[in-house]
């Protein structure tokens, strides 16, 4: 069974670069799916930030383009996210899931706990 | 990209069945069927209760059920429970290869 954690620090300093990174377990990251993360303001609800495929391929979040690499480490099985010039509004529970992609299907079917992350001084 | 639009609140006694929309346009949720459904209990990972607009994951109740009437797709949820009280989204994936969220909504068991 597949499962996936987040780890990375908690706090981030304004103007600074957010990493974090999803280890995949129970399975292979070069599966046909695609790698994803997510995040979630305090009480607001969730945002795609982007996605990534095991040959190195992405897709990001237009609005948030600019600031996202997401990239994979087949030999570790894991997949990372780095969010540069960050600010307040950046704080978040950040997420990572598998994206299962058969056949046209696409969704979230696999989400990893979560990982809190603070932009402050 | 443009957003999903879901209402932001519904409630239900238990016993009882409630619809949450998500509504885009002729674009996306109109045009295509890769619309999913995801359910977050507070303080926890959302899970995915539905996909392809009305296809349910293996272990997922059958009281839970999706459907799509123009730019509208709708879950249903029947036979309310208390362990069913959550916010819920739903989800497009884009014809540009990007993913959008509705607002979410939360649903009270009365």
């Known amino acids: 069974q597949v499962q996936l954690q987040e780890s990375g620090p908690g706090l981030v300093k304004p103007s600074g670069t957010l990493s974090l990174t999803c280890a995949v377990s129970?399975?292979?990251?070069?599966?046909?799916?695609?790698w994803s993360w997510v995040r979630q303001p305090p009480g607001k609800g969730l945002e795609w930030i982007g996605e990534?495929?095991?040959?190195?391929?992405?897709n990001y979040n237009p609005s948030l383009k600019s600031r996202v690499t997401i990239s994979v480490d087949k030999s570790k099985n894991q997949f990372s996210l780095k969010l540069s010039s960050v600010t307040a509004a950046d704080t978040a529970v950040y997420y990572c899931?598998?994206?299962?992609?058969?056949?046209?299907?696409?969704?979230?079917?696999?989400w990893g706990q979560g990982t809190m992350v603070t932009v402050s001084s | 990209q443009s957003a999903l639009t879901q209402p932001p609140s519904v409630s239900g006694s238990p016993g009882q069945s409630v619809t949450i929309s998500c509504t885009g346009t002729?674009?996306?949720?109109?045009?295509?069927?890769?619309v999913s459904w995801y359910q977050q209990p507070p303080g926890t990972a959302p899970k995915l209760m539905i996909y392809?607009?009305?296809n349910r994951p293996s272990g997922v109740p059958d009281r839970f059920s999706g459907s799509k009437s123009g730019n509208t797709a709708s879950l249903t949820i029947s036979g309310l429970q208390a362990e069913d009280e959550a916010d819920y989204y739903c989800?497009?994936?884009?014809?540009?290869?990007?993913?959008?969220f509705g607002g979410g909504t939360k649903l009270t068991v009365l």
């Open positions: 899931a598998r994206v299962v992609a058969v056949a046209g299907l696409r969704a979230f079917d696999i």
């Open positions: 129970g399975g292979s990251i070069s599966s046909s799916n695609w």
């Open positions: 990534i495929y095991h040959s190195g391929s992405t």
């Open positions: 002729s674009s996306d949720v109109g045009s295509y069927n890769r």
């Open positions: 392809e607009v009305s």
């Open positions: 989800s497009l994936y884009t014809s540009s290869s990007t993913w959008v």
